[in-house]
């Protein structure tokens, strides 16, 4: 099984920080907070290894990339593959307008 080195941009990261914020601070919800950390982490460690499995995107301006979603959350990674690195460049919840986010 061939294994991907996975890089994380700033995007996603201020995504998940802006995700987290809000069931930290609006929510209040520290447990719901610390579960989505926990998926994402494990989504990151799978996509290492399922990354070239999954299809891209069938958006002829989004054909590069491919989508991963969270395993216990309404969340996905958008991603694409160079070489051997998956380079995972935004995480959108799923009721958000992916079009209007990516503008």
């Known amino acids: 099984m061939k294994t991907y080195r996975v890089v994380v941009t700033d ?3 201020n995504d998940l920080d802006n995700f987290v914020y809000y069931l930290l601070v609006e929510k209040l919800n520290e447990q ?15 996509l290492s290894k ?6 891209t995107i069938e958006d ?16 996905y ?3 694409r593959i160079n070489g051997d690195t998956v380079i995972v460049d935004r995480m959108f ?11």
């Not at 399922?50 to 299809?55: D, I, P, Q």
């Open 11 to 13: 995007n996603v990261q």
């Open 32 to 46: 719901a907070a610390s579960a989505l950390l926990a998926d994402y982490d494990e989504t990151i460690e799978e």
């Open 50 to 55: 399922v990354a070239g499995s999954l299809r």
């Open 93 to 103: 919840h799923y009721l958000q307008d992916l079009d209007k986010a990516l503008k």
């Open 60 to 75: 002829p301006d989004l054909s590069e990339y491919r989508k991963m979603r969270l395993r216990w959350h309404d969340y």
């Open 77 to 79: 990674l958008l991603y």
